[in-house]
Nanobody
Framework: QVQLVQSGGGLVQAGGSLRLSCAGSGRTFSSSTISWFRQAPGKEREFVAGISWSGYNTYVADSVKGRFTISRDNGVNTVYLEMNSVKPEDTAVYYC??????????????????WGQGTQVTVSS
């Protein structure tokens, strides 16, 4: 099992920046694909960005491409989501999740077995 603890988030003005962190514990964190999802009120949870276990491969949703960057530091068992040029439509609860099995970066949440506690991001216009 991978335990994931999120930090960061909060209130930011449109056009601003924010960084989310996802710290993992457990032996399999450094060998897991880690992704970020988000869920806005009244909407389905959606994939935002993911990173392979090595950090070599990343996959970012079209809706945030060019604005959000995902990275990881396996030395400190942490994955980061750097959010730049944020928009009001980025307002959501953000979750990190671990996929210990798939070697790729699946966008479907069904592949992910361990989840962080969620953190609210609110973008004001």
């Amino acid at each position: 099992q991978v335990q994931l603890v999120q930090s960061g988030g909060g209130l930011v003005q449109a056009g601003g920046s924010l960084r989310l962190s996802c710290a993992g514990s457990g032996r399999t964190f450094s060998s897991s694909t880690i992704s970020w999802f988000r869920q806005a009120p009244g909407k389905e949870r959606e994939f935002v960005a993911g990173i392979s276990w090595s950090g070599y491969n990343t996959y970012v949703a079209d809706s945030v491409k060019g604005r959000f960057t995902i990275s990881r530091d396996n030395g400190v068992n942490t994955v980061y989501l750097e959010m730049n040029s944020v928009k009001p439509e980025d307002t959501a609860v953000y979750y990190c999740a671990a996929d210990k099995v798939t070697r790729g970066i699946p966008a479907l949440q069904d592949f992910y077995t361990d989840w962080g506690q969620g953190t609210q991001v609110t973008v004001s216009s």
